[in-house]
């Protein structure tokens, strides 16, 4: 009786517990099963634009989202070797309007704990720590997952939510270990009073400069401020979280200006990634076995639409199933279908942004300058109108509504 065996989502991150909490909504049992000993992210921020949002509401966590959510007021643009403004965008009552939802900044910890309340909340999912996931075997009316150390896990379905390393992906794909961009990146959260007090602003700010840039939030209602600092250092290994000294995150940035430089010298606790994705791919499912999130198309951070592609995944999902699931194969080549245009260009999009907006230097940089400072606010709302304006369903829901 396969109809009666749950759905198996690998990985516990924002886009399994999405994935789980969209299944749920449309009655579905899933078991998510996580490498960690506890479910839980790294305490730093991520910026969430209006498709997240429309995510949240479809996925039953629109309250509890917002509620987490610091709603800063611009997405400012500086030039870190002049210290000079580039440009603003207002993210107020028009925006909001023009997409029907906010720009927002929240702690990782914050938006993984929402997701996970629903899931810990919900008689349809059950969530097992521990699990390390190997690989998959599917017989074409089950999908079984396959666990270190452990029985394997038989479902009625299987979808790899496990990252940038996903086992399923490497046994589906084959295409080894990700594109390391060479981007050192450092992180720190820090006390506002720490905060040099001139940058107290409530925005997204983005300082850029010749194979750099500098990021500033507030967060947690303004309690704390997100620092990312990133480096263009031809970084030839992964790394993920290592602890790092001030020192070695000021490495560099003697060209930019003192303004933009002192908010490394503000900085504790950093903490170092390097900068990895991969090549857009036009098939993330196998029969009964699917991608979701960073296991399918992991990107550079640069459009700050990583997480939020991954909860629209999880939206496409559970609207798949509940429209095709009688026939899971079918639900699964609708769901990539659905997906895979969308997130291959915001994957593209993201290695541009960082080389012609994050990173140009000279000519290209004054090029840069002349453009953005040229736009208004109404030219931005409907250039990035195709990303916010979507939770990536909806031209797609209304054809299969129509057929
Ligand atoms: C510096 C930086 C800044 C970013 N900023 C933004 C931003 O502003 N906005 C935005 O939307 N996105 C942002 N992102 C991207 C975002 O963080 C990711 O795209 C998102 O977290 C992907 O979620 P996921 O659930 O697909 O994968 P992950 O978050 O990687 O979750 C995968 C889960 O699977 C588990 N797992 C891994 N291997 C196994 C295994 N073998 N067995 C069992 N479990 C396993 C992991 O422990 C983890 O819990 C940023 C990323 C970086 C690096």
Same mark, same amino acid.
């Given at each position: ?37 506890? #479910? ?54 028009? =925006? ?16 993984? @704990? ?33 666990? !270190? ?14 990252? &940038? ?15 390391? *961009? ?37 967060? !947690?209602?303004? !309690? ?20 790092? *000294? ?24 950093? !903490? ?20 979701? @999130? ?5 990107? &550079?951070?640069? =459009? ?12 496409? #999902? *559970? ?10 194969? @079918? ?58 304006? *979507?939770?990536? &369903? ?10």
């Amino acid at each position: 009786m396969t109809q009666e065996l749950p759905i198996i989502i690998a990985g516990g991150g924002i886009g399994g517990l999405a994935a789980a909490c969209g299944l749920a909504r449309k009655g579905q049992r899933s078991i998510v099963v996580e490498q960690a000993p506890q #479910l839980g992210e790294i305490g730093a921020g991520i910026q969430i634009g209006p498709n997240a949002f429309h995510c949240f509401d479809y996925l039953g966590v629109g309250d509890e989202a917002r509620s987490v959510a610091v709603y800063i007021d611009h997405l400012r643009l500086m030039d870190a070797q002049t210290a000079e403004d580039i440009t603003s965008i207002p993210l107020d009552d028009p =925006f909001r309007k023009f997409y029907g939802n906010p720009y927002a900044v929240v702690h990782r910890a914050d938006l993984h @704990g929402v997701l996970l309340k629903f899931c810990e909340t919900s008689p349809l999912v059950d969530i097992r720590t521990n699990h390390v996931v190997t690989g998959y075997e599917q017989d074409g009316t089950s999908a079984t997952l396959l666990l !270190k150390d452990r029985e394997p896990l038989k479902g009625r379905f299987l979808i790899g939510a496990e990252g &940038l390393r996903s086992p399923i992906r490497g046994q589906m794909i084959g295409d080894g270990e990700p594109r390391i *961009s060479g981007h050192a990146t450092y992180r720190s959260v820090i006390p506002t009073e720490q905060m040099p007090e001139d940058l107290r602003w409530n925005a997204a700010t983005l300082w850029a400069g010749p194979k750099c840039h500098i990021v500033h939030y507030p967060l !947690k209602g303004g !309690k704390v401020y997100n620092l990312v600092v990133t480096y263009h250092r031809d970084e030839k290994e992964a790394i993920a979280g290592k602890p790092v *000294s001030k020192e070695d995150v000021a490495q560099g940035f003697e060209h930019i200006h003192p303004r933009a430089r002192q908010i490394i010298e503000h900085g504790t606790d950093w !903490k170092q990634w390097v900068l990895c994705d991969r090549d857009p791919i036009s098939n993330w499912v196998d029969g009964r076995v699917a991608l979701l @999130g960073d296991s399918a198309h992991p990107m &550079l951070q640069y =459009f700050a639409q990583g997480a939020c592609m991954a909860m629209e995944d999880a939206v496409a #999902l *559970s609207h798949c199933i509940e429209n095709h699931g009688q026939d899971i194969e @079918g639900a699964l080549q609708r769901y990539q279908q659905m997906r895979m245009v969308r997130t291959a260009r915001v994957q593209m999009n993201s290695r541009l942004i960082g080389e012609y907006i994050y990173h140009p230097d000279d000519a290209k940089a004054a090029v840069r300058n002349h453009v953005m400072r040229s736009m208004g606010a109404d030219d931005w709302y409907r250039q990035l109108n195709w990303l916010y304006g *979507s939770n990536g &369903l909806d031209a797609a829901a209304a054809t299969d509504a129509a057929a």
